[in-house]
């Protein structure tokens, strides 16, 4: 080639009218390159702060379009006004509810966690959002907390599965997911404010491993930080948990995104790691990351790079949701969303006890049906805040069940109690009110209400209670927590006194926690259901009457009282905190190892769940040649009647470990349908980390040689098979 030519005919034609950015076919870091070089400081800074109540970005002058973010994470939240959280009164943002993530958890099948992450990016495309801000992950500390609704209960390893089925499913979608919140956002009292203090071994074995897994197998593209503060530092703008241990230990390479209203520093959100500030009213170029870095930056307080690192990073949010490109156009409230969303709801139900057989309904025998409890009647979708859903369709229980029996028994509703109005703006009217308290009938109401129900349970041939919480203020509701775990409006009361007027009585909990049962002895069967999305009672009415034989199991204990629980040991130190600082003193025992390593008896284990048939387990092999790749493999066998679906778990014992561990913990499990009579061999996976602490001193994980217990169980409590496993020298694990 002649020598003068050559810089000109290796420059592509298209290339000197055509910006690199704007073109597909080029490696998206290269058209971020590109994009960047030629964006002006302003145009930068308007990259890293909110222009709207959910809306980020834009720079009109390089056609890079706004990013549009929404809750999250249960569907599409309701369209605000642009400029504040007045709703804005459209018809086109009606969606598919899905169940809460405690409902997705207790179904332990990660594959409805992508199922429901599709359905979900799928309607975000349709509704024009580029993040949806979920899944929520944080640990259930103590069942207290206002959102443990929307988490995936106590467990790590669960609720990493949940996170990367999740993410995995929606940025299939071209929709990117927001993991929050980040971190240790493990309570709503003072959540904006409270000081977390946690050793180092439960914050990377118990809090973080949902985090490290969705970023670093989920994929996922965005986190949003918490409102509270680690170690005195605000979560959004945490030196430690952002640069060090998300950016740089676990290579995350999106966007951290700020909680709204969770940025309180210029300097820390420059440099400690946030990309983006969410929250706050117009004039937004006002906020810590709009003009005071801008100036910061001019006067050479903060370098260019961590401004082009912010913009980088949500430009890579924009490119990988189609921002750039044009976006799949998705789609909203399709039969296969809802088909999901019944799927999860079903499979979530956990069957607490069945102990006269008297699940699943047989409407030969029953002809007539009192339904009791105002859940029965409610719709939960909308009333829980940032997760609240505007659903296209919300089935109640009754309307589920009057479907479900048709003309085959006469069903009467008798409401039997009232649950406080759902009410954001009312949540400071109940202040110093115990969950338990709570009742909206007057004792006159309360006592009228109590004498209708009875007559119609002695009028039945059976009685199905649904009661449970609401969402209403103090019991399920983000930003406060609960103040107690019994159940309101004297519902423990009422479930007495119906069990004593018609032993035939089926209590349906709906809620996202759990709460107390001082009636358990006197009610034959329990179900636990959840706020179950936009097919829920459809899904409860085909558990109730056996059309779906139930396979949920619990993803958190269920304490006998909250004094039980490990968060509630050390008074005010351990929960809700004192001069601002929660300390975690039960370090890694939450949960079921508390239980464990304590010996208290739970009301029901982490893991429990009862199905309309049985299982039997043998045949346990463990395999490996002692290196930390294992394989746990067995035979499971529905021996009963019924088709149905078991969760096998398989929890990891160290049995001489040199530092603290807890009893055991779940480190792998599998769901599988079988038929009466039917065998299957199940295999689990094991890897280094299924045998590893932390070591803070080694900043890794240390699986150390010895022997393992690998014991395969249907509940923490109900271990089936024992062997174990000997690792033959100590490794340091990814
Ligand atoms: C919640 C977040 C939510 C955000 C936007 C905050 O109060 O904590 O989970 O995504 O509001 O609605």
């Not at 109540?53 to 990013?67: D, H």
Request: aromatic share 8%; glycine share 10%; hydrophobic share 40%.
């Amino acid at each position: 080639m002649i020598p003068a030519l050559a810089g000109v005919l290796a420059t592509p034609v298209f290339a000197q009218d055509k910006p690199a950015y704007l073109d597909p076919t080029l490696p998206v870091e290269q058209r971020i390159d590109d994009l960047l070089q030629r964006m002006t400081l302003e145009e930068k800074v308007a990259m890293v702060h909110a222009s709207g109540e959910f809306r980020a970005g834009s720079v009109p002058r390089l056609g890079v379009p706004f990013l549009w973010t929404a809750d999250g994470p249960q569907g599409v939240r309701e369209e605000t006004k642009l400029d504040s959280w007045d709703l804005a009164g459209r018809t086109d943002d009606y969606v598919t509810a899905m169940p809460v993530g405690m409902n997705l958890a207790a179904s332990w099948n990660p594959e409805l966690a992508v199922a429901c992450g599709k359905a979900i990016g799928e309607e975000a495309c349709a509704r024009g959002k580029n993040v949806m801000l979920g899944p929520s992950l944080n640990i259930m500390r103590t069942p207290l907390c206002g959102r443990t609704y929307d988490y995936f209960g106590e467990d790590p390893w669960l609720t990493s599965r949940m996170t990367v089925g999740y993410v995995k499913g929606m940025q299939a979608e071209q929709t990117v997911a927001c993991l929050k919140h980040f971190a240790l956002n493990n309570q709503e009292y003072n959540r904006g404010t409270v000081n977390v203090e946690v050793d180092e071994r439960a914050l990377r074995e118990i809090y973080l491993p949902g985090f490290e897994a969705g970023v670093k197998e989920g994929g996922a593209l965005a986190v949003m930080g918490a409102y509270n503060k680690f170690r005195g530092q605000h979560c959004c703008h945490n030196e430690y948990l952002l640069n060090q241990v998300l950016k740089k230990e676990w290579g995350f390479q999106g966007a951290v995104i700020s909680d709204w209203g969770g940025t309180h520093d210029t300097r820390e959100a420059a440099l400690y790691g946030l990309d983006l500030q969410m929250g706050g009213r117009a004039p937004h170029d006002e906020c810590f990351l709009g003009r005071p870095f801008r100036e910061g930056i001019l006067k050479g307080e903060f370098p260019m790079s961590v401004l082009d690192d912010k913009v980088r990073r949500n430009l890579r949010v924009l490119f990988a949701s189609g921002g750039m490109d044009g976006r799949l156009p998705g789609s909203v409230n399709t039969p296969a969303h809802l088909a999901i969303s019944r799927q999860v709801a079903a499979e979530g139900i956990v069957l607490l006890k069945n102990s006269t057989g008297l699940l699943p309904v047989d409407l030969s025998r029953y002809k007539s049906i009192a339904v009791i409890g105002e859940n029965a009647v409610l719709k939960f979708a909308p009333g829980h805040n940032s997760a609240g859903i505007k659903s296209f369709k919300e089935v109640t229980a009754l309307d589920g069940i009057l479907a479900r029996v048709g003309g085959a028994a006469n069903v009467q509703f008798s409401k039997g109690f009232r649950h406080p109005e759902i009410h954001w703006s009312g949540k400071r009217d109940h202040a110093g009110v115990r969950t338990s308290d709570s009742n909206a009938a007057t004792p006159e109401e309360a006592k009228a209400l109590t004498e209708r129900a009875i007559r119609a349970a002695r009028e039945s041939d059976l009685v199905i209670f649904i009661g449970g919480l609401t969402h209403q203020s103090f019991a399920d509701d983000e930003g406060v927590d609960r103040r107690d775990l019994s159940l309101p409006a004297n519902q423990d009361d009422l479930i007495a006194r119906l069990a004593e007027a018609n032993p035939h009585i089926v209590v349906v909990l709906i809620s996202g926690s759990p709460v107390l049962m001082p009636w358990l002895e006197k009610a034959p069967a329990v179900l636990q259901s959840w706020y179950g999305g936009s097919e829920a009672g459809n899904a409860l009415a085909s558990v109730l009457f056996g059309d779906v034989n139930p396979s949920g199991k619990l993803p958190c204990t269920y304490p006998k009282s909250l004094g039980d629980e490990p968060a509630h040991q050390g008074g005010k130190r351990t929960y809700p905190g004192e001069n601002g600082t929660v300390h975690y003193d039960e370090g890694l025992l939450v949960g079921y190892r508390w239980f464990d390593a304590k010996n208290v008896e739970p009301l029901f284990p982490f893991g429990f769940g009862l199905s309309y048939t049985t299982f039997t387990y043998g045949n346990l092999k463990v395999i490996g040649d002692g290196s930390s790749t294992a394989a746990v493999e067995c035979e499971v066998t529905n021996s009963g009647a019924r088709e149905g679906a078991e969760v096998v778990q398989v929890y990891v014992q160290p049995k001489l470990p040199s530092v603290l561990r807890p009893v055991k913990e779940l480190k792998g499990f599998a769901k599988i349908n079988l038929k009466p009579g039917e065998t299957t061999k199940i295999r689990v996976p094991l890897n280094g980390r299924s045998f590893a602490y932390y070591a803070p001193e080694k900043k890794g994980w240390v699986a150390e040689a010895g022997e393992f217990g690998i014991l395969v169980g249907a509940s923490s409590r109900d271990i089936r098979l024992s062997g174990s496993y000997t690792l033959v020298g100590t490794t340091l694990v990814q």
